[in-house]
T-cell receptor
């Protein structure tokens, strides 16, 4: 069975603080994809990053960085120097290939509030 | 590009009424999905389709039916609405893994449905 756990449900920080969002996943597949999506207060889902199970290279993109570690089944997301506009619910997701279709299993989300 | 368009954006129904949510995509994607989002639950897959004329059940299919008569459209039907179906519904689409394994699912902006 596929499962994604976001242990943190809500985090509140002050602007310019760094914040790391944790994600732990479970899967028996050897090929899988991991995602982070952002859902701002307006409600739409914004794709942030996708990583496949064979690519453990961590990445930095502007103020965002990702740490993928297969050994601990974790795919953590860090925002450096947070801004008020980063306030949103962040979802970690895992894709399975059951039935040949890329289906996403989502974590329950983590609400980030960045205060000025 | 319109991407993924969901119609309607909001709807209030009475228990027992029926309705259909429409999802349209203009990216020629093979795969389409319907998710529901409930507070504290993340997004859960209702039904999905790997191509025109095919549909399959997801994690929470009970009470819903779907149809994919045209490649660009994926309809979600509620035959007899129940208060437990009050939720935000998201449609998504993607290429098949054999076509492009690097593209994520593209989501619509959601339909907020209330069942009284």
């Amino acid at each position: 069975a596929q499962k994604v756990t976001q242990a943190q449900t809500e985090i509140s920080v002050v602007e310019k603080e760094d914040v790391t969002l944790d994600c732990v996943y479970e899967t028996r597949d050897t090929t899988y994809y991991l995602f982070w999506y952002k859902q701002p207060p307006s409600g739409e889902l914004v794709f942030l990053i996708r990583r496949n199970s064979f690519d453990e290279q961590n990445e930095i993109s502007g103020r965002y960085s990702w740490n993928f570690q297969k050994s601990t089944s974790s795919f953590n997301f860090t925002i450096t120097a947070s801004q008020v506009v980063d306030s949103a619910v962040y979802f970690c997701a895992l894709s399975t290939t059951q039935g040949g279709s890329e289906k996403l299993v989502f974590g329950k989300g983590m609400k980030l509030t960045v205060n000025p | 590009n319109a991407g993924v368009t969901q119609t309607p954006k909001f709807r209030v129904l009475k228990t027992g009424q029926s309705m259909t949510l429409l999802c349209a995509q203009d990216m020629n994607h093979e795969y389409m999905y319907w998710y529901r989002q409930d507070p504290g639950m993340g997004l859960r897959l209702i039904h999905y389709s790997v191509g025109e004329g095919t549909t399959a059940k997801g994690e929470v299919p009970d009470g819903y039916n779907v149809s994919r008569l045209k490649k660009q459209n994926f309809l979600l039907g509620l035959e007899s609405a129940a208060p437990s179906q009050t939720s935000v519904y998201f449609c998504a689409s993607s290429y098949s893994w054999t076509v492009d394994s690097n593209q994520p699912q593209h989501f619509g902006d959601g339909t907020r449905l209330s069942i009284l």
